[in-house]
């Protein structure tokens, strides 16, 4: 996968201190972080560009029947002296094309080892969380209508996962279509933490107050992007003035890792503009 580009990459080029300032690390109460897919490049190229203004990167391996989408060690290696050079950490998200409620117990387990490689080749970078997807389709693409069973199928990966070597304490399980209500229990059962994905709670339409309140303290990592007639992964100035009120005040309190979740530099400018005023708001006091 290779991000979208808009007119700011040559702005990116000419005048980067005046998109972005040394001064976004460490200047909030969370690990500031964004995508490994802004810029059209792999991986690579895209942390050496951002990890100067970032404290955190997402490693965004959203396909794993791509080849190339696992890591070399050679490329981890590189991502590990970076990460010292530039005093950044990570992220994985995990593929999002493994299906762990699958009534077929064989690919239900090939999608285990899929995680597994994944988590293994990506460990020598200390991540700060692993983020898993629990989708609630089948790998034929239909979602299961019933939920009992689905979780039932879902608590037996995660146990497969777990006896395979996963650590599932260093996983944090992400929100889809679906309120965290729905996953949270088998982030107690299993350890795990919460990764709060805001965007998506107001892409369905789902009480964005309510639901931090109820799971921000469960988060390891919260993402935030905007909804744009029904399309997420949008800027942060997609966010309505009332609610995006809310999520600033609640993540005055917050100390995890916060995700820009987006995947151009243009959406990527505009939600740095707009998180900054967190920050505003505190110079002010």
Known sequence: MKADIGPAEGLFSSKIEEIFSPALKRRFPFRLATTSYIFPAEILPNIRRLGRYFDEVELVFFQSGQE????????VREMARLASDLDLTYSVHLPTDLFFGDPDPALRRKFCETALSFYERTLPLDPASYILHLDSRKA???????????SGRVGESLQTMQMEGIELRRVAVENLEYTLQRISPFARAFDMSICLDIGHLLR???????QMASFLKMSSVVHLHGVDNGKDHTGLDRIPPAQWEGICKALEQYDG?????????DDLVVS??????????????
Not at 68 to 75: I, K, Q, R, V
Not at 278 to 283: A, L, P
Request: net charge negative; charged share 30%; glycine share 6%.
């Open 68 to 75: 190339n989408n696992l890591p070399t060690t050679s490329e």
């Open 140 to 150: 034929d693409g239909m979602v299961e209508p019933d939920r009992s069973a689905w």
């Open 204 to 210: 369905y339409g789902h009480d964005v107050t309510e």
């Open 257 to 265: 890792g916060l995700c820009l979740e987006v995947f151009s530099l």
């Open 272 to 285: 740095v503009n707009r998180i900054q005023e967190i920050v505003r708001k505190e110079d002010l006091r």
